[in-house]
């Protein structure tokens, strides 16, 4: 299936990686209330002795509204700056410091000494330091109770529900996989593909971890789904941690045992229906429409197993 890689659309962009929360309770907070909550904590730039900022920007470039409604999605995005100071160069300058101490008055720096000296380091160090930005997206659909965020890590994403729940004082939340069955039923979709979720078939590229010990891993990639390797790994305990896959003529992604999604890769036609506009709400609808059909399906599947 051909398939384009993620672009830029204003300050939206297609999902590249996608963690799913559902709602426990209704989601009643109206885009002019949420508005007036994240207006509250607007993005600032670091300033010289920050390590980290975040706050609400808007999710589209043409406007400066913080909350915008597409098609009864909600969407919204947050901006993140953290400072660059890697910790090996802090303990470079601080064995420095240690040395020149011991030089000048002929004893060792005891713990208490050592870790203020390594705080002055750091203070001294940051309005010095480069900083990265990088934005997280979401959108918040009170009809199916999900709460979609376009982050590449599990941590990424609670960080920012965490501060979307400080902004509007609650956020009732699951994740969409509760349980640690997901492996069980990737495997099940291999062994059985009969059982897949309507439309989707697999693709060559997984990764198994051994029961006993997940830290015992195998990867396969560009290999025959039949071929007899894989069967060995399964036969000597080991599981389908994650396992890409294909939507009808969509999108490409890799799905992992907690059904976060991965690596989505867009169908070339989607992406070329989009750019016939310059609004980057097209591209909004577009992206949402093609992962909200997948989202149902996987949903469905996840209900039925109770997972």
């Known amino acids: ?164 729940r400080e902004a509007l004082g609650s956020l009732s939340i699951v994740p969409l996989a509760k349980s640690a069955a997901g492996a069980e039923i990737l495997t099940g979709w291999y062994l059985d593909p009969t059982t897949l979720p309507v439309g989707t078939e697999l693709e060559a590229e997984m990764e198994l971890t051994m029961v006993q010990d997940p830290a015992v891993k195998a990867k396969y990639k560009n290999l025959d789904l039949a071929a007899p390797e894989i069967q060995l790994s399964l036969d000597s305990g080991m599981l389908i941690r994650q396992i890409a896959m294909a939507f009808t003529d969509q999108c490409q992604f890799i799905i992992n045992e907690k059904f976060q999604l991965k690596r989505l890769k867009y169908a070339d036609k989607l992406v070329e229906q989009a750019s016939d506009s310059d609004d980057p709400r097209t591209d909004a609808l577009m992206m949402s429409d093609t992962l909200s059909q997948l989202l149902l399906l996987l949903e469905a599947y996840t209900l039925s197993e109770g997972i």
């Open 1 to 164: 299936m051909p398939a384009s890689e993620s672009k830029p659309m204003g300050n939206i962009m297609w999902f590249k990686n996608v963690q799913v929360y559902t709602f426990t309770e209704e989601f009643s907070h109206s885009s002019a209330e949420m508005e007036a909550a994240l207006a509250q904590y607007p993005f600032t730039p670091l300033s010289q002795l920050q390590e980290t900022t975040f706050g609400w920007v808007p999710p589209f470039k043409d406007t400066e509204i913080l909350v915008e409604t597409v098609a009864g999605r909600i969407f919204i995005a947050a901006q993140i700056q953290d400072k660059i100071l890697p910790a090996s160069v802090i303990n470079d300058y601080l064995l420095e410091r240690l040395d020149a101490l011991e030089e000048a008055e002929g004893r060792r720096a005891g713990k208490k000494e050592r870790e203020q000296l390594k705080e002055d380091i750091r203070a001294e160090l940051l309005p010095k330091a480069f900083h990265k930005t990088r934005r997280l997206s979401a959108w918040i659909d009170p009809k199916q109770k999900w709460l979609v965020v376009n982050a590449a890590s599990e941590k990424s994403a609670d960080d920012f529900t965490a501060q979307l």
